[in-house]
């Protein structure tokens, strides 16, 4: 792996890893927990369900759903195209045709911040792995709530799966780098201020990039003071 690009062989692979694959011409990625045996725990939602409004525009931004038509199902995971929820798929499935990534944990503030996209590190310590397996499996038993793009999504589950933290204030975002990116660049670009901190264009960008770093790193689980580490059992119970 390296500073721009956390692409790996699948062959390195160990379970409790957090992966993920970038979709739609690296539009937003996809991620799920290795458990072995080249299956992938993962929370996604029905094909054409993905942001919710019921047409076809979301599955062309935020589908997640395995990529194998109803006609044609994986012969090992049968069809999922519809299924909702956490669910269980082979890594060809998961991979959806796109290539493998591994998400890191305990990364310096430096290099969190040299990474020019969200979703793919954060400064919060992995638990274990077999903290980590426990809490996916239960999670493929029991469910993880509902799917929600900015508070709930496919990158907060691995997140929890590998930390056992969850966001405890009824705020906008969850633990989700990719939403807290998307959040921050929509807050550098409309921001008022903007306009008397420069006059110039390239000082704008300069600012307006600065900005977004900050947002970033302020959003991340590894430094945000409103997380909690939850036991998996107490999760679903509080949720029932």
């Known amino acids: 792996m390296g500073l721009l690009s956390n692409k790996i062989d699948r062959e390195v692979l160990k379970p409790g890893d957090h992966i993920y694959s970038w979709r739609n011409a690296y539009l937003y990625a996809h991620h799920g927990i290795y458990v072995g045996d080249e299956t992938v725990i993962h929370f996604t939602r029905g094909g054409g369900q993905e942001i919710?409004?019921?047409?076809v525009l979301d599955r062309f931004v935020f589908s997640s759903s395995p990529a194998h038509p109803s006609d044609n199902p994986c012969p090992k995971c049968?069809?999922?195209?519809?299924?909702?929820?956490?669910?269980?798929?082979?890594?060809?499935?998961?991979?959806s045709g796109g290539e493998l990534y591994l998400f890191e944990y305990d990364v310096s503030a430096a290099l969190f911040l040299a990474k020019p996209r969200g979703g793919t590190c954060t400064l919060a310590k992995s638990d274990p792995p077999e903290d980590i397996l426990h809490r996916a499996s239960f999670l493929l038993q029991n469910g993880f709530g509902g799917y929600n793009i900015f508070k709930n999504?496919?990158?907060d589950f691995a997140i929890y799966c590998k930390t056992g933290l969850l966001v405890i204030t009824n705020i906008s975002v969850g633990r989700s780098g990719q939403a807290a990116s998307f959040l921050a660049a929509t807050s550098a670009v409309v921001s008022s201020p903007l306009r008397f901190l420069t006059a110039s264009f390239s000082g704008l960008a300069v600012v307006g990039y600065g900005m977004y770093c900050a947002s970033r790193l302020v959003s991340d689980i590894g430094v945000r003071r409103d997380v909690s580490k939850i036991p998996v059992e107490r999760l679903i119970a509080s949720s029932s």
């Open 52 to 55: 919710g409004t019921g047409t």
């Open 78 to 95: 049968g069809d999922q195209s519809r299924l909702d929820g956490v669910i269980s798929s082979c890594i060809d499935c998961f991979l």
């Open 153 to 155: 999504n496919c990158e």
